[in-house]
């Protein structure tokens, strides 16, 4: 699986875990130079706690489109400090 935006490839890998239709890639398989830290979080009921991402690409920005869970709750233990994406960042 490859994670595309404006062009670049942000991540990419065999391994990804898919999770209600998003694919997780390991940690080890993004681009972290692309990646800049945000302060948004949001809840999951049974995931728990998201933080996430701007990727940041020649110049542009795509606010928060990347996202992790650090430390999930248990059912989601098998994304942990794995990454996500959307907001328009194409993922095949």
């Known amino acids: 699986m490859k994670a595309i ?4 490839v942000i991540a990419q890998s065999d391994a990804t875990i898919v999770v209600e239709g998003n ?8 681009d972290s130079s692309l990646l800049k830290r945000s302060d948004t979080t949001t809840v999951c009921s049974w995931k728990g706690t998201a933080n996430y991402y701007t990727l940041v690409v020649d110049g542009a920005e795509n606010t928060d489109a990347a996202w992790y869970y650090e430390t999930p709750k248990d059912a989601a233990k098998q994304i942990a400090g794995r990454v996500a994406f959307w907001k328009g960042v194409e993922v095949s």
């Open 23 to 30: 694919h997780y890639f390991p940690p080890d398989s993004v």
């Open 5 to 8: 935006w404006n062009g670049r």
